[in-house]
Nanobody
Framework: QVHLVESGGGLVQPGGSLRLSCVAS????????TGWYRRAPGNQRGFVAS???????NYASSVKVRFIISRDNDKNMVYVQMNSLNHDDTVDYYC????????WGQGTQVTVSS
């Protein structure tokens, strides 16, 4: 069974930072690519970043340089460090893994506001 739980969202001022965490269930974690997506109300989820089990990383162009994805296979955790946040980053963030189908967490909300 695949179960993902995100945490770490909240309110932050423009230019600030947040680190989101995702804990995953199951022994599959060390095998598959995991990633972060985000969605504004009324929109589809959009890709943010992904990291393979070997540590290969991809970023969306909108977050490259500002965001850093990492994972800890021993703890079944994936993180995204978000820096230099702006109002456009105010959306819900979701942890993802694809094991023959997409699995999602419940999401964590990030609000960038002064």
């Amino acid at each position: 069974q695949v179960h993902l739980v995100e945490s770490g969202g909240g309110l932050v001022q423009p230019g600030g930072s947040l680190r989101l965490s995702c804990v995953a269930s199951g022994s599959w974690f060390g095998i598959y690519t995991t990633g972060w997506y985000r969605r504004a109300p009324g929109n589809q989820r959009g890709f943010v970043a992904s990291i393979t089990n070997g540590g290969n990383i991809n970023y969306a162009s909108s977050v490259k340089v500002r965001f850093i994805i990492s994972r800890d296979n021993d703890k079944n955790m994936v993180y995204v460090q978000m820096n230099s946040l702006n109002h456009d980053d105010t959306v819900d963030y979701y942890c993802n893994v694809n094991i023959r189908q997409d699995y999602w967490g419940q999401g964590t909300q990030v609000t960038v506001s002064s």
